[in-house]
């Protein structure tokens, strides 16, 4: 893993009331302390899976086992069925230990002390082994030939755009610096670099950089391992086995990019990683704009690190991300409001489609699908914007963006 961590821990979960633009109050002491301990806490959340998901399972035993007998008769798929998924959620297991085996030196710049494997794993919380459940699903979206539809509808766009605004046959791609902030498990990333570009993930959560660091690192045969995405979900699947069907993976080999190939992964809050002003010729980002506590803050980070001349585009929804979480700043702007605040930093706007439908992580043989009605924009930092970029709204600038961005449009 190239890259290193960013200053602060990369979750907030644990922590106290999300104070405005006061993430900086702890020491670097104190930062590095509560960094450590939710290193440790989400590699016990890997351990814990097991344990977790055995005991739902125990759970449907026992209420089956309290049918009357006629019912139990009725049903003799039923218990053959639970071992099954028993078997799956041991899989997952080993994957998962696979993931987390040597993550303590993943990263180039801090230390987490011994894995002495005698620390007692405690039960985790329900937030973590749903972050856990949706990050094995991730491996579908990102890594599966299952995914492969969902990944033409997400990503598809944003490569496209990109050889667009930036042909290889017209440039040197690989002069060409595309950032994509909140990067998952890094499929849409690689499949950037894999075209010549000099493309770099930037993520935040370990689950995902753990993830990510063992797929893209420690796989190379293309559908060598096997996960059982859609094991959790008791609900709406029309077949008893469509619960327990595998997923295979890597759907490529991730160790073919071409020589040169210019690919890299940063961990941290990219607001706190990506603060060098005309940095990027373009900021890619998927399904991550809602992931904000304030959107505002992405949006003025982005204008900052572009280059001038350099392009945005988004495609994604605005399921944000916090609104439902106490104690955590949650600012939930409509896609008009977003746009406004674009136009008002000075961005111009070159396309916009109002309506790209597209899932994430999606069971296709569910009983219950969600469909996503995304927004995609590119918008570009003028190329005659001369100050450093690092505009902020208390800045009068911002008066004067407000009449350039709406001239442009
Ligand atoms: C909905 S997922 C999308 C992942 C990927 N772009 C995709 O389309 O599959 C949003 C991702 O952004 C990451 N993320 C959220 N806040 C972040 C931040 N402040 N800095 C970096 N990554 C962040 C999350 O951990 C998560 O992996």
């Not at 907030?12 to 993430?23: A, K, M, N």
């Not at 104190?30 to 290193?39: D, I, T, Y």
Request: glycine fraction near 4%; proline fraction near 5%.
């Amino acid at each position: 893993m190239a890259g290193s961590m960013g200053d602060s821990a990369p979750d907030t979960g644990q922590r106290e009331p999300y104070l405005y633009r006061e993430r900086t109050k702890y020491s670097p002491e104190e930062e590095e302390r509560l960094e450590r301990q939710h290193f440790w806490k989400i590699i016990d959340a890997f351990r814990y899976y097991r344990t977790h998901v055995q005991e739902r399972v125990n759970r449907t035993e026992r209420q089956f086992r309290s049918l009357p007998q006629k019912h139990q008769r009725l049903l003799s798929g039923f218990l053959p069925n639970l071992a099954k998924i028993r078997r799956c959620v041991d899989q997952n297991y080993e994957v998962l230990q696979a993931i987390v085996h040597n993550c303590i030196h993943m990263f180039e710049n801090i230390e987490y002390g011994d894995d002495d494997n005698t620390r007692k794993v405690g039960p985790s919380s329900t937030f973590d082994m749903d972050k856990l459940k949706s990050t094995i699903k991730q491996f579908v979206r990102d890594w599966s030939e299952t995914g492969k539809a969902e990944r033409d509808s997400c990503y598809t766009p944003l490569v496209e755009e990109i050889q667009r605004q930036f042909p290889p046959d017209q440039c040197d791609a690989s002069k060409v610096s595309v950032l994509v902030p909140g990067a998952g498990l890094g499929r849409l990333t690689w499949e950037i670099a894999r075209l010549g570009y000099a493309c770099q993930g930037n993520e935040w959560s370990f689950f995902m950089l753990f993830s990510s660091n063992f797929v893209l690192n420690r796989c190379e045969k293309v559908n060598d391992l096997m996960l059982y995405p859609w094991v959790h979900q008791f609900s709406n699947n029309k077949l008893s086995a469509d619960q327990t069907r595998p997923v295979y993976f890597p759907d490529v080999n991730p160790q073919s990019l071409p020589p040169n190939s210019n690919f890299s992964m940063t961990a941290g809050d990219f607001l706190e990683v990506y603060t060098d002003p005309n940095t990027w010729d373009c900021v890619a980002t998927c399904f991550f704009i809602d992931t904000a506590h304030n959107v505002v803050d992405y949006i003025e980070t982005i204008w900052n690190i572009l280059k001038p001349g350099g392009v945005w585009i988004n495609l994604g929804p605005l399921l944000y991300h916090f609104e439902n979480m106490a104690n955590e700043l949650s600012i939930e702007l409509s896609y008009e409001d977003i746009k406004d605040v674009i136009l008002k930093y000075g961005f111009q706007l070159e396309a916009e489609r109002e309506s790209v439908l597209t899932t994430y992580t999606e069971n296709d043989r569910s009983m219950l699908k969600y469909l996503y009605d995304c927004v995609f924009f590119v918008v570009r930092k003028p190329a005659d914007h001369l100050s450093n970029g690092a505009l902020s709204p208390k800045d009068n600038q911002l008066d004067n963006s407000v009449e350039k961005g709406e001239t442009a449009t």
